[in-house]
């Protein structure tokens, strides 16, 4: 993860945000013309240095220099640990560039340095702050998240997809700064072997272009991953009495659950949706900017052909994705528990009051149905109405 998210935001400087990195550049080249020391230093290798400082940066910003006060501790950690790995990752590059745009992002000015110039480091470094966040943002949440899919439900802002499970004293750590949140994927590593419809998934892929560039020659091979587990997420029956996009489940607390689920079309085209969004932000064979029609189309093709009504695949699947349901359910409803008796202020949306099986844009866009919310809030305050009537009527019988 840590290799990609490198990678992508490189990518994201050298095409995105190339403006931005030379304007830095030219603002730290005017610094180092002040003194003897630096004035060597070449435009291209002062750009070199933003660039790969920002890439090995292991945080969306720091916030030097907002108050006018010293660097705190841990920014500097983050800036000497950001140094240090572009350092390793350019053994080539003169180390005195790097310790130069160390010294000037920590605020270490030079002797005999006059107030303007200390004011010119100041800004350089709040404006090198600013483009840190928007570079990892493209970078890692809008490209890396999408390469790495070992277990998309880890993929999300804030999280580290790098880290699989924490001891319990690690997770009341986090619990004093943020509680975390998506069980219902997290039940999927608990079963790794289940080639049996990863075979019959592979089977629904076809060749693509020519030589099929990264990833191999067949369509969606390199993103199978994302589409087999968002099948296990939007299609997922519940222990409760509920109605959902894709499938129904009714328990009545005894026995085993019953399971009815419906046509797959519509889950077909929320899959197909999010297959586009996930290739298009990896651009890897596909994007946004530069799309690739064939691609597209194979891919969608694929989707369709993995849940249709008679596919190989999804008989061989459908028990699999049951049973992962039945977990994902149970771990959804512990961590809705932990989030609202976990310390802090817990984090709803409005309209996320329910079951919400959404996925990543477009799907989670949907428009919420808040007159079946204001029927189930109306029904818990006619019970709870109900319950303290009989309550006072019990007490009075006593």
Same mark, same amino acid.
């Given at each position: 993860m840590a290799d990609l998210s490198y990678a992508a935001k490189r990518l994201i400087m050298l095409v995105s945000m190339a403006s931005e990195i030379g304007q830095l550049g030219l603002h730290l080249d005017r610094i180092s013309e002040r003194n003897r020391r630096s004035r060597d230093f070449t435009l291209a290798s002062l750009v070199r240095a933003i660039r790969e400082v920002i890439?090995?940066?292991?945080?969306?910003? !720091?916030?030097?220099?907002?108050?006018?006060?010293?660097?705190?501790?841990?920014?500097?950690?983050?800036?000497?640990?950001?140094?240090?790995? +572009?350092?390793?990752?350019?053994? !080539? =590059?003169?180390?005195?560039?790097?310790?130069?745009?160390?010294?000037?992002?920590?605020?270490?000015?030079?002797?005999?340095?006059?107030?303007?110039?200390? +004011?010119?480091?100041?800004?350089?470094?709040?404006?090198?702050?600013? $483009?840190?966040?928007? =570079? $990892?943002?493209?970078?890692?949440?809008? $490209?890396?998240?999408?390469?790495?899919?070992?277990?998309?439900?880890?993929?999300?802002?804030?999280?580290?997809?790098?880290?699989?499970?924490?001891?319990?004293?690690?997770?009341?750590?986090?619990?004093?700064? +943020?509680?975390?949140?998506?069980?219902?994927?997290?039940?999927?590593?608990?079963?790794?072997?289940?080639?049996?419809?990863?075979?019959?998934?592979? !089977?629904?892929?076809?060749?693509?272009?020519?030589?099929?560039?990264?990833?191999?020659?067949?369509?969606? =091979?390199?993103?199978?991953?994302?589409?087999?587990?968002?099948?296990?997420?939007?299609?997922?029956?519940?222990?409760?009495?509920?109605?959902?996009?894709?499938? !129904?489940?009714?328990?009545?607390?005894?026995?085993?659950?019953r399971t009815v689920t419906p046509p797959l079309d519509r889950c077909v085209d929320r899959i197909a949706a999010y297959m586009e969004k996930a290739t298009k932000e990896a651009k890897r064979r596909t994007s946004w900017i530069n799309p690739d029609a064939g691609y597209d189309q194979a891919l969608r093709d694929f989707v369709t052909r993995l849940l249709a009504p008679r596919s190989p695949f999804r008989d061989a699947f459908l028990p699999f994705q049951r049973l992962v349901a039945l977990y994902g359910s149970v771990n959804s409803l512990a961590q809705t528990l932990l989030k609202i008796a976990s310390p802090g202020i817990p984090d709803f949306y409005q309209g996320s009051e329910l079951w919400d099986l959404s996925l990543v844009d477009p799907d989670n866009r949907r428009p919420v149905d808040f007159a079946a919310r204001q029927r189930l809030l109306d029904e818990l305050q006619q019970r709870a109405g109900a319950g303290r009537r009989a309550s006072r009527h019990f007490v009075r019988s006593s």
């Open positions: 890439a090995a940066f292991p945080v969306y910003r !720091t916030y030097v220099g907002d108050l006018g006060d010293e660097p705190s501790q841990r920014d500097r950690g983050y800036i000497d640990r950001a140094v240090a790995e +572009a350092k390793r990752r350019n053994p !080539t =590059v003169n180390v005195s560039i790097f310790d130069f745009l160390r010294d000037a992002l920590l605020l270490r000015h030079p002797e005999r340095s006059d107030e303007q110039e200390q +004011a010119e480091r100041r800004r350089f470094a709040m404006r090198f702050q600013q $483009t840190t966040g928007p =570079v $990892t943002a493209k970078g890692v949440e809008d $490209t890396a998240l999408y390469l790495y899919n070992r277990l998309i439900s880890l993929n999300e802002v804030g999280g580290d997809p790098a880290r699989y499970g924490e001891p319990l004293a690690a997770f009341h750590e986090q619990e004093r700064e +943020a509680p975390r949140a998506l069980a219902r994927f997290a039940d999927l590593h608990c079963y790794p072997r289940h080639e049996a419809w990863r075979g019959r998934a592979g !089977t629904h892929q076809r060749p693509v272009g020519g030589a099929g560039g990264v990833g191999g020659p067949r369509a969606a =091979v390199a993103d199978d991953q994302p589409a087999l587990q968002a099948r296990s997420w939007t299609v997922r029956p519940r222990p409760i009495a509920m109605t959902s996009t894709c499938s !129904t489940r009714r328990w009545s607390g005894r026995g085993r659950p």
